[in-house]
């Protein structure tokens, strides 16, 4: 939950270059993140998938919007991806393979993340049409 109000912030300054300073900066706003993003607010989303966001992906829904579509040009949609590019994208982001563009944002929101936790979000991710 902590990290929820981190990706926020990120997303939001992302255009004006603070990325590095925000990342650093993710343990101050972290706590505030219950009040943005608290879990029962992601249970209501409206996706076209039946069943529920693994309560881990919580972090990925600021950028990623609550369905994988973003409404920021400049982050991915990852809304249909094929499971197995997103589980190894996210694996790469945590060992340090995969840089630049928001790569150092995305290496801080998957560095707890565990190889359960990696399927599970690649799997659900990959079910939203």
Not at 77 to 90: C, D, E, M, T, W
């Amino acid at each position: 939950m902590t990290k929820s109000l981190s990706i926020y912030a990120t997303c939001a300054f992302m255009e004006l270059g603070l990325v590095r300073g925000l990342v650093r900066g993710l343990a101050v706003v972290g706590l505030a993140g219950n009040v943005i993003l608290g879990s029962s607010a992601i249970a209501d989303t409206s996706s076209s998938s039946a069943t529920a966001i693994p309560p881990i992906g919580s972090q990925c829904l600021s950028c990623h919007g609550t369905d994988g579509r973003p409404a920021l040009a400049d982050v991915p949609i990852i809304a249909g991806q094929q499971p197995i590019y997103l589980a190894n994208a996210l694996r790469h982001y945590k060992s340090g393979q995969r840089t630049g563009g928001q790569a150092l944002v995305m290496q801080e929101m998957v560095k707890d993340l565990t190889d359960k936790d990696i399927e599970a979000l690649a799997i659900w991710f990959g079910e939203q049409k």
